[in-house]
């Protein structure tokens, strides 16, 4: 049976992310790190620390031969504070309380209402990994989220999934011993799903085949098509080896890791160091100390009152201070601004100069997004032997150029034109559409906006099929914008 001090490391290895030791990218490097000067305290100091706070504790002496009682305390104390504020690895905000302990509201309301994650940014973690990599014994192998050329404009129907990006998704550099596997985030077609699921139960008994794929099904044929792209001989071999006491090979275990995170949201902390500090010293006082045995008990009962809960405080805050700047490294990419990689504007004929005319119609791009946007082809007074020409932009003054289809030189002359408007270039842009994080886009907003708007409605759940909404919910990529 594991015993409180067990508990209490196993709960320090989930909270450093101990099963991702093998990750070598982005925060995780600063996990590896503070995971490894935790495990030396633990190792090294942890106990003679706990027994020094019981050594003594105001003026009293916890006595020698209850100390390794008490010292079970501490840690089954700090076990279950830690437990109660994380998930999967994850630091969680929760506010349990002792039954019949207050937690008064600091300025005296009668009634708080707030969301329990207020003290965090939300994530978005769709792309979370566009870049994963780990490595067993000496092999590298990173995963990789590429773009896709060349997708419909309409995609087939449900959901998306993580799957090989093309012919030839895995590369291997056999000098280096690295391996590079492309992954797409994509609807799959009906013959993709099926030839995914035939490479599932080829591998199951007749009892555990299934008739539909899921992610955990893709994951394992997913897992199967990297492998029939290796070597088979060593050391490549070892990513699809299970080791002793393991149900899933290396290989295997990532890539469900891989996908399953970018596909789930998390949170980043603002103050994670002040607020689990406010819940410890709050621990402390409603689930360690007995004030009962504080007033009225002997000076050996308030001993091992105080002494165990400076154990638990001076242990507690080492740990917090350890999460917390981990989190705080996670908090400062997060509000990092971002840099604006690219500028567009659509712009109507009537605001664009006649001198660019001459370049629009050489411009077959753009024409033919005409063509297609516009289908000018059908216009009952369009001359399809010589559609395009200049008395056609002057009488069809609405239609709408879009700049990414010209050069800069072409783009620079039109925003020179737009400035020079007496209304100027601000004015004479009347809408804006931002493709991005929105933390990151609404902070750019808040400059040029702020105090202009009346009412934001934040991520409006379109094409959603989770649940019945009473809006137009099935257009398809950007039509809804119109």
């Given at each position: 049976?594991?015993?409180?001090e067990?508990?209490f ?98 300025d005296?309301?009668?009634v ?11 994530v ?7 870049y ?27 959901e ?23 992954f ?75 996908t ?41 009962r ?12 001076t ?10 700047q ?37 411009n ?32 069809h ?29 601000t ?20 400059a ?35």
């Amino acid at each position: 049976m594991a015993t409180a001090e067990d508990r209490f490391r196993e709960t320090l290895r989930s909270l450093f992310r101990a099963d991702h030791s093998e990750l070598d990218f982005g925060v995780y490097r600063v996990f590896n790190q503070k995971r490894a000067e935790v495990e030396r305290f633990v190792d090294e100091q942890l106990a003679d620390e706990v027994h020094e706070a019981l050594r003594t504790s105001g003026e009293a002496t916890v006595p020698e031969e209850q100390r390794d009682a008490v010292t079970r305390q501490v840690y089954d104390d700090l076990a279950r504070f830690f437990d109660r504020y994380h998930d999967d690895g994850e630091v969680v905000t929760r506010r349990p309380a002792k039954q019949n302990a207050t937690s008064p509201l600091r300025d005296g309301e009668e009634v708080l209402l707030h969301w329990a994650n207020r003290e965090q940014y939300y994530v978005k973690t769709a792309d979370h990994f566009r870049y994963y990599r780990f490595a067993v014994g000496d092999v590298t192998v990173q995963f990789r989220l590429v773009d896709v050329p060349g997708m419909p404009a309409e995609e087939p129907e449900g959901e998306r999934s993580l799957v090989l990006a093309d012919d030839d998704p895995v590369s291997v550099d056999a000098e280096a011993r690295a391996c590079d596997v492309r992954f797409a985030y994509r609807r799959i077609t009906e013959a993709e799903d099926q030839q995914l699921l035939e490479l599932y139960n080829a591998q199951q008994t007749k009892s555990a085949q299934r008739k539909t794929n899921d992610r955990s099904t893709l994951v394992v044929a997913i897992t199967q098509q990297i492998l029939n792209a290796l070597p088979d001989d060593a050391p490549w071999t070892r990513l699809g080896t299970r080791g002793e006491g393991e149900d899933r090979c290396p290989l295997h275990r990532h890539l469900d890791r891989y996908t399953a995170q970018n596909t789930s949201d998390s949170f980043v902390h603002k103050d994670l160091r002040g607020v689990l500090r406010e819940h410890l010293r709050s621990f402390v006082q409603n689930d360690v100390l007995d004030f009962d045995a504080l007033l009225e008990g002997t000076d050996a009962r308030r001993a091992l009152q105080l002494g165990r809960a400076e154990a638990v405080r001076t242990v507690g805050n080492r740990m917090i201070e350890a999460l917390a700047q981990v989190e705080d490294v996670q908090k400062r990419l997060f509000e990092k601004k971002k840099f604006i990689v690219d500028t567009g504007y659509c712009v109507t004929l009537d605001h664009v100069p006649a001198a660019l005319y001459d370049d629009i119609l050489d411009n077959e791009t753009q024409l033919d997004e005409w063509r297609e946007l516009y289908r000018v082809d059908e216009w009952a007074d369009a001359d399809t032997d010589d559609l395009f020409s200049r008395a056609f932009l002057e009488e069809h003054s609405s239609i709408m150029i879009d700049t990414r289809h010209f050069d800069q030189a072409f783009e620079d002359t039109l925003l020179e034109h737009l400035s020079g408007r007496d209304e100027g270039l601000t004015d004479v842009v009347d809408g804006v559409c931002i493709q991005g994080e929105n933390f990151q886009a609404l902070n750019l907003l808040q400059a040029r906006y702020r105090d202009a708007v009346d009412c934001v409605y934040v991520d409006p759940p379109y094409n959603s099929h989770s649940t019945d909404i009473l809006y137009e919910n099935k257009y398809r990529q950007s039509t809804w914008l119109s």
